[in-house]
């Protein structure tokens, strides 16, 4: 009974930092776990600890009515210490997390937002092509003395180029992958 005990303040510790982090992170934007090892399908942490609470119960009060066959408690025991560990790995990789849902919030935005950026993406680039044209001209026009400052102005404006044609990839690949999930 004493490993049952155990488990009692090791939940009632994961319940309270559940709480916390709720309350600090709000739900996520899909279930965290798995429907086969959360049945609840929760975007918060504290009902997922609440249904292994359940189990601890349910186990708990089948050895007491002396209904707990070997089967039934080797399956609730380790459901009860799969999910335990499934909240301990979640509660450990917060930072990770946070980071997830940074990233996250970059595809969530509307679909007319990203074809507005790959517009504006668009007009940079054709602004830097022209500018990279005239800097290729003014290099070949520069005196000898100057020519290494042109040289060297005309490979900042080919990086700022080779940059807006990077991000505008991106958003290209980011509106894809929204259409195809329409």
């Known amino acids: 009974m004493s ?18 982090v709720d309350h ?18 929760s975007h918060l942490l504290l009902p997922c600890v609440h249904e292994i609470q359940a189990t ?4 708990i009060n089948e050895e007491q009515s002396g209904k707990l066959t070997t089967s039934s408690a080797q399956y609730l025991t380790e459901r009860l210490l799969t999910q335990i560990s499934a909240i301990q790995r ?8 946070h ?3 940074k990233r996250n919030q970059e595809f969530r935005k509307p679909i007319h937002r990203l074809y507005q950026e790959l517009a504006q993406h668009q007009n940079w680039e054709y602004r830097l092509m022209e500018m990279v044209s005239d800097k290729e001209q ?7 003395n ?9 490979m900042i404006t080919k990086q700022r180029l080779q940059r807006c044609r990077d ?16």
Request: aromatic share 6%; with cysteine; hydrophobic share 40%.
């Open 167 to 182: 991000a505008k990839v991106k958003l290209e690949k980011q509106i894809a992958f929204r259409e195809r999930q329409k």
């Open 24 to 41: 600090k992170r709000g739900e996520h934007y899909q279930p965290l776990f798995d429907e086969h090892l959360f049945q609840c399908k």
């Open 90 to 97: 979640e509660l450990a990789t917060l930072n990770i997390r």
């Open 3 to 20: 490993r049952l005990n155990q488990l009692s303040n090791t939940l009632a510790q994961l319940a309270s930092q559940a709480e916390l």
């Open 146 to 154: 100057q020519q290494p400052a042109a040289y060297q102005d005309l």
């Open 138 to 144: 003014m290099l070949h026009s520069a005196p000898l």
């Open 99 to 101: 980071s997830e849902a």
């Open 56 to 59: 601890l119960t349910t186990l």
